[in-house]
């Protein structure tokens, strides 16, 4: 058999099996988590939040809400230089999005085992 044919079976059965995949997981709503951003961030939303007086202070001055910070939670970007570093017994995480005003914010958070704790949030 030529190299062309079996080429053509190949790419063939590829892309076959590339439609059942995509058919078979969008109907189990999975969620491929495998770049290191996605990852801190799944494992920043599955655990409970707790607030701190520093957050719960801007909060309070109404131009950050928790739905800014939960689609912060979602959509942001995790800045790996300044993250990731022990502080107080957990690791800190700056996350970087926007509010509903479509302004940059930054949001820091320690990741502790049981729980995360929003540490603060600052305009850019």
């Known amino acids: 058999m ?13 892309l076959l099996g590339g439609m059942f995949l995509v058919f078979f997981f969008q109907k189990k709503k999975t969620e491929f988590c495998y770049m290191p951003n996605c990852r801190v ?7 409970p939040i707790t607030y701190s007086k520093e957050a719960e202070a801007k909060i309070n001055e109404k131009w950050v809400t928790l739905e800014d910070i939960k689609k912060c939670l979602q959509d942001g970007e995790v800045d790996f230089d300044k993250s990731n570093k022990p502080f107080e017994q957990g690791k800190l995480y700056i996350i970087e999005g926007k509010n509903a005003n479509n302004e940059a ?4 958070m320690i990741n502790y085992t049981e729980r995360v704790v929003l540490k603060d949030v600052k305009k850019q």
């Open 2 to 14: 030529k190299f062309v044919h079996r080429l053509a079976y190949y790419l063939f059965g590829l």
């Open 41 to 47: 961030l799944k494992d920043l939303r599955s655990k």
């Open 105 to 108: 914010i930054t949001v820091e």
